[in-house]
């Protein structure tokens, strides 16, 4: 009977996306539509036709795997704990309606390369931004139109429309995170923007080289000075295209006095060379190796390509979301913002056992916290959330200490009579002390 109530049941509160679509959706409330993700950044200045995206994309790809939390800190400035709140989730969970805490930040570091600048917009709050402390619900990012000194213009996507508007916002609640690569990448003479140029002339090169042109040269066997000889030569050329158009597989014919050239082939320059030397330059500027883009990069690579490139924009991020959503009190009570990379990420399989029995062996981490670094679920003894070093034997004294139930587990009764004794112990020996004197005068 249980087992078919609770069948039932299921059923009755069953839903299907396809059968059941009552109440009626009314498409003309639903907004506007798009055949594409309307919020998606969009790269300008022709940043999508390049190689050069897939480094930026590389690079945003390793800033968002880096955790980022609310969190509140100790006295000296260390962490203590992820504190439950509306920014939080935005950094963590879910950011907005259209994307991850994780898919934002990626989205911010791209918009970020692309500008040069870009703004963290707080859509939704818990109070007036402009007017007292709040709490961000939802954010987004958006392109910095026009800058004011104490406001800026912002085209912003709103989910509520499904079109980007321009807002104005004042700078004090707004995060303007300036890319700390700014000289490198969007500088009009900088290394990023000249190896792009490069680019799109190789790209002209090609498309010419490319276009279906035979550039053929007609040699004919008279002169054409006289204007009656250029109108013969201007016949025959087109005669010959006439043919090669018409013709099913581009054959034409020729007189056997006529000769032609072909020009078509390749012309040797060093716009090659410029581009290996200006792509170079910008691995270097970067911090980023071709190790690093296609996984190869051993540890001591990957540690200065995250501490001259990654930890720059990530704490860059990091620092401005503290100063703009987190208000002078809260840093008072010591909020902050902090990112926390993963140390285990880059270290194999192999050295896992190694790593784990120097963090226990030395009290840095207890078993269940190694146990969850490689993917297992924590063990139920009360040791293993314990920091001890388990290679050495405790004392006797210890494990008796260890083993032994505390006093405070009596209850209060027992408590009083084991005083009550106690105290009688104490005048008994009092009385027998003074006996013993009496009798030694004897």
Not at 74 to 102: F, H, K, M, P, W
Not at 403 to 421: F, G, K, V, Y
């Amino acid at each position: 009977m249980k087992e078919s109530a609770s069948f039932a049941s299921r059923v009755k509160s069953a839903w299907n996306a396809f059968f059941n679509k009552d109440p009626t959706i009314d498409y003309k409330d639903l907004g506007s539509s798009y055949y594409y993700r309307p919020d998606r950044p969009r790269l300008s200045r022709g940043n999508e036709r390049s190689i050069v995206t897939a480094v930026l994309n590389r690079i945003a790809l390793d800033v968002s795997s880096i955790d980022i939390n609310h969190v509140k800190l100790d006295d000296n400035g260390r962490y203590l704990e992820t504190i439950d709140s509306g920014l939080n989730e935005c950094l963590t969970v879910e950011a907005n309606v259209d994307q991850t805490g994780r898919a934002f930040i990626q989205d911010v570091v791209m918009s970020m390369f692309d500008e040069g600048c870009v703004a963290i917009v707080p859509v939704d709050t818990n109070r007036d931004p402009i007017k007292e402390s709040f709490d961000v619900l939802s954010m987004r990012t958006g392109q910095i139109i026009e800058w004011f000194p104490q406001h800026v213009r912002i085209r912003v996507y709103n989910e509520i429309t499904g079109e980007k508007e321009e807002i104005m916002l004042p700078k004090k609640s707004v995060a303007i995170i300036e890319n700390p690569l700014f000289a490198v990448m969007n500088e009009p003479n900088s290394t990023l923007q000249r190896l792009m140029r490069k680019l799109s002339l190789l790209d002209m090169i090609d498309e010419n080289n490319s276009s279906g042109k035979l550039d053929l040269i007609i040699q004919l066997p008279y002169s054409i000075r006289s204007e009656l000889r250029k109108g013969q030569a201007e016949e025959r050329r087109k005669s010959i295209e006439k043919q090669l158009v018409g013709s099913k597989y581009g054959i034409a014919y020729i007189d056997s006095t006529e000769h032609i050239t072909q020009l078509n082939r390749p012309v040797e320059n060093n716009l090659m060379t410029q581009i290996e030397y200006l792509t170079s330059m910008l691995y270097s500027q970067l911090g980023i190796t071709k190790e690093v883009l296609d996984g190869s990069a051993n540890e001591a690579t990957m540690l200065n390509y995250n501490n001259r490139t990654i930890e720059p924009i990530i704490s860059a991020i990091c620092d401005e979301m503290k100063r703009k959503f987190l208000t002078k009190t809260a840093r008072t009570r010591k909020q902050s913002i902090k990112f926390f990379k993963d140390p285990f990420s880059l270290v194999p399989v192999s050295e896992i056992s190694n790593v784990a029995d120097k963090f226990t062996r030395n009290e840095i981490m207890t078993s269940n916290e190694i146990r969850q670094v490689i993917g297992m679920k924590p063990s139920n003894d009360p040791n293993a959330d314990q920091l001890r070093n388990k290679n050495l034997n405790q004392s006797s004294e210890q494990t008796a200490v260890n083993s032994q139930e505390p006093l405070n587990n009596l209850d209060a009764e027992n408590d009083q009579e084991l005083q009550h004794r106690l105290q009688m112990i104490d005048q008994q020996e009092m009385q027998l002390d003074s006996l013993e004197k009496e009798l030694s005068k004897y």
